[in-house]
């Protein structure tokens, strides 16, 4: 079974502050996406990685892949109340349509 | 801008009633996946179809919850009998298969509370 620890499991931060959350698993994952949360809503996805090292930027979004496509990690720079949700991170193994979830890590940005 | 949607948004039910959650995928979407969230288990993957059939629904207890596809527009996940651990958020998701890395886009979700 392949799992996904997020960590921290909560982070409420100052308006313009900086974090880094953390996916990780003992497994290998073909690819990695990273999706949003909001309270009363279904997941949005963000940003797929695929290489192992890839980094993608979506603003101020940082996303990294690691090298042994095991872990990942989502920095953001200058944080804004409107980050505030749900971070979770999903790796897809073996199969084309099945996602391993992790639990996620519950973000608040105060003003 | 399309969007998945669900119905009913809400639902408190009674231990031992039947619950029928509705989903309608985005137009021109061949796969649908249903999920349940809970704060213990995180998201979890109940039932996957692809063209209305079902592939995978390993995750699913099979004395109690059925999924179907009636047609490409509705999507259905029913809970008889239900019970309070069933009590969670259910949601919904389609994507089109492209030969892998599909794109899954999901509704609102329905929230359930069994008493």
């Known amino acids: 079974t392949q799992l996904l620890e997020q960590s921290p499991q909560f982070l409420s931060i100052q308006e313009g502050e900086n974090l880094t959350v953390y996916c990780n698993s003992s497994s290998v994952f073909s690819s990695l996406q990273w999706y949003r949360q909001e309270p009363g809503e279904g997941p949005v996805l963000l940003v797929t990685?695929?290489?192992?090292?890839e980094v993608k930027k979506l603003k101020r979004l940082t996303f990294q892949f690691g090298d042994a496509r095991k872990d990942s990690s989502l920095h953001i720079t200058a944080a804004q109340p409107g980050d505030t949700g749900l971070y979770l991170c999903a790796g897809r193994g073996g199969s084309n349509y099945k996602l391993t979830f992790g639990k996620g890590t519950l973000l608040t940005v105060n003003p | 801008d399309a969007r998945v949607t669900q119905t009913p948004r809400h639902k408190v039910t009674e231990m031992g009633q039947e619950v029928t959650m509705r989903c309608q995928p985005i137009l021109g979407h061949n796969t649908v996946f249903w999920y349940r969230q809970t704060m213990m288990q995180g998201l979890e993957l109940l039932a996957y179809f692809r063209n209305r059939a079902p592939l995978d629904d390993s995750g699913m207890p099979k004395d109690r919850f059925s999924a179907e596809m009636p047609d490409a527009t509705l999507a259905t996940l029913k809970i008889q009998p239900s019970e309070p651990r069933d009590s969670a958020v259910y949601f919904c998701a389609s994507g089109l298969a492209r030969g892998g890395r599909e794109t899954q886009y999901f509704g609102p979700g329905t929230r359930l509370l069994v008493l």
């Open positions: 990685v695929v290489t192992g090292g």
